[in-house]
């Protein structure tokens, strides 16, 4: 399974981004694809995370102001990132999981500052 990521920038407090993450390769109908982000001298978390099921996960920090949505047909989901603090800031990944084990994406840098 490849992922490819992409969306990352500089914003300033209070905009907006939107990551995209795609999968390809031997794609499981049972699988949950999702964003963790990293902050510089922190561990990697979840951010969200959507499984093939129909559910759909968003972490307390991110409630409100990201919202993760899906598209099956492309085995991939996008993560819209409104409102973003500078707390944000982040190396972000995308993860793809199956049965099979689990699959990470380049990194997408997300920097937030005036």
């Known amino acids: 399974v490849q992922l490819q990521a992409s969306g990352g920038g500089l914003v300033q407090p209070g905009g907006s981004l939107r990551l995209s993450c795609a999968a390809s390769g031997s794609i499981s109908s049972i699988n949950t694809i999702g964003w963790y982000r990293q902050a510089p001298g922190k561990q990697r978390l979840s951010v969200a995370y959507?499984?093939?099921?129909?559910?759909?996960y968003h972490d307390d920090s991110v409630q409100g102001r990201f919202t993760l949505s899906r598209d099956s047909a492309k085995n991939s989901v996008y993560l819209q990132m409104n409102s973003l603090k500078p707390e944000d800031t982040a190396v972000y990944y995308c993860?793809?999981?199956?049965?099979?084990?689990?699959?990470w994406g380049q990194g997408t840098l997300v920097t937030v500052s005036s």
């Open positions: 993860k793809y999981a199956d049965g099979g084990g689990d699959y």
């Open positions: 959507s499984t093939s099921g129909g559910f759909t």
